[in-house]
T-cell receptor
């Protein structure tokens, strides 16, 4: 158990809809990362938050947004969903910087299916 | 550029050693990581190595790093059926202005262990 909790585990929704994915980081971790895993794109970095502030952006679509709350949990909002958004969405947290040997600890992911 | 490459598939016999290879592009990566993903689960941190090290051993796992060639390998000794999973290598990428960083993952190597 990594200590990172993601809800829900599965989500099935229709095109055009909006969903919210939730993540609780490990106790004490200030950084939260979101990744998307799909068969054709692999693991893609979406966005990082550190102590409530956006830190880095990756391949995140404009239809997607995220935030980190004062209690450090994070939410990823996906809107105007398309079939191609179907994927596994992972949240990860860390207590420091990956380039200084603080690894990411991943949750079990939310599997999103858009029909 | 940011790119991590791995072979997609490896099949070994139970009890043999497995060697999973990875090449990365960013010579400034300070830490390189190995993660394991079992079906339906998140990414589990296996081990990581600092870029000024050549080798790191952790029980059945041995990581070899050739920084000159930007080549990383993970050796699993006495491979068991429970080792069947997808293995990801990842390099740490620092932001241009510093202060933020992220992990870039390879596509993953699917390890199949057969009797």
């Amino acid at each position: 158990d990594s200590g990172v909790t993601q809800t829900p585990k599965h989500l099935i929704t229709a095109t055009g809809q909006r969903v919210t994915l939730r993540c609780s980081p490990r106790s004490g971790d200030l950084s939260v990362y979101w990744y998307q895993q799909s068969l054709d794109q692999g693991l893609q970095f979406l966005i990082q938050y550190y102590n409530g502030e956006e830190r880095a952006k990756g391949n995140i679509l404009e239809r997607f947004s995220a935030q980190q709350f004062p209690d450090l949990h994070s939410e990823l909002n996906l809107s105007s969903l398309e079939l191609g958004d179907s994927a596994l969405y992972f949240c990860a947290s860390s207590d420091g910087e990956v380039d200084q040997g603080s690894p990411l600890h991943f949750g079990n992911g939310t599997r999103l299916t858009v029909t | 550029g940011e790119d991590v490459e791995q072979s997609l598939f490896l099949s070994v016999r139970e009890g043999d050693s497995s060697v999973i290879n990875c090449t990365y592009t960013d010579s400034s990566s300070t830490y390189l990581y190995w993660y394991k993903q079992e079906p339906g689960a998140g990414l589990q941190l296996l081990t990581y190595i600092f870029s000024n090290m050549d080798m790191k051993q952790d029980q059945r796992l041995t990581v070899l790093l050739n920084k000159k060639d930007k080549h990383l390998s993970l050796r699993i000794a006495d491979t068991q059926t429970g080792d069947s999973a997808i293995y990801f290598c990842a390099e740490s990428i620092m932001g241009i202005s510093g202060g933020y960083n992220k992990l870039i993952f390879g596509a993953g190597t699917r390890l199949a262990v057969h009797p």
